[in-house]
Nanobody, 126 residues
Framework: VQLQASGGGLVRPGGSLRLSCAAS????????IGWFRQAPGKEREGVSC????????LNTDAVKGRFTMSRDAAKNMVYLQMDSLEPEDTAIYYC????????????????????WGQGTLVTVSS
């Protein structure tokens, strides 16, 4: 079972990126999926999560109105659309699975998550 985040890169302030999270060995639609990030010298923080079996998502205040999380069950993928990017969004972004999330809920706490993928670096700079 593996998770892989991709789609990071260098983008100017105000630009957009879409991160993807792919899984082998799991149907992602069955679980809560979270996106987290860790900037240099800072603790890891929860960015967005999506509940099991639904498209309801939750964002941290810092990205509300700018980031949108979605899933494509047919492709077994989860996405994080990031718009209006700011230099403060620069970080390594990780996706993770919460096996035990109850239907209709997800959490932005990293200790709730059980399986982590390798991260993808997002750099926002002019």
């Amino acid at each position: 079972v593996q998770l892989q985040a991709s789609g990071g890169g260098l983008v100017r302030p105000g630009g957009s990126l879409r991160l993807s999270c792919a899984a082998s060995g799991h149907e992602l639609r069955n679980y809560a999926i979270g996106w987290f990030r860790q900037a240099p010298g800072k603790e890891r923080e929860g960015v967005s999560c999506i509940v099991p079996h639904d498209d309801k998502s939750l964002n941290t205040d810092a990205v509300k109105g700018r980031f949108t999380m979605s899933r494509d069950a047919a492709k077994n993928m989860v996405y994080l659309q990031m718009d209006s990017l700011e230099p403060e969004d620069t970080a390594i972004y990780y996706c993770a699975i919460d096996y035990l999330a109850i239907p209709g809920s997800c959490a932005l706490k990293d200790y709730e998550y059980d399986l982590w993928g390798q991260g993808t670096l997002v750099t926002v700079s002019s």
